[in-house]
């Protein structure tokens, strides 16, 4: 399991976020749905929110987030004010209407 960590936490480093998220439902389903748990200890959403590569899949980015959350990543880093405006801003699109 410190191998497939190391992996995992590697692809997460490199911004692979697909890719990570791939690797730890593919592990959990070779062991029953357990190890890994805390794969996402002392990691961030944000940066996943900020992927643009992620933008066109809203529901594969709600699900990467779901899963690191649940996995130990912390929701906000630094100021939780920019961080919170950049969800609101990327997951409903607001709109310019005038």
């Not at 389903?29 to 899949?57: M, P, W, Y």
């Not at 809203?58 to 899963?67: A, F, G, Q, R, S």
């Amino acid at each position: 399991m410190k191998t497939y960590r190391r992996i995992v936490l590697g692809l997460a480093e490199k911004g692979h976020w697909k890719q990570m998220h791939i690797a730890v439902i593919e592990y959990r389903k070779r062991h029953d749905g357990t190890g890994l748990n805390d794969f996402a200890e002392g990691l961030s959403v944000t940066q996943v929110i900020k992927c643009d590569q992620l933008q066109q899949s809203k529901d594969l980015l709600t699900e990467i987030i779901d899963n690191m959350l649940n996995s130990g990543a912390t929701l906000m880093e630094g100021n939780w004010k920019h961080c919170l405006d950049n969800i609101l801003n990327q997951t409903f699109c607001l709109i310019d209407l005038s």
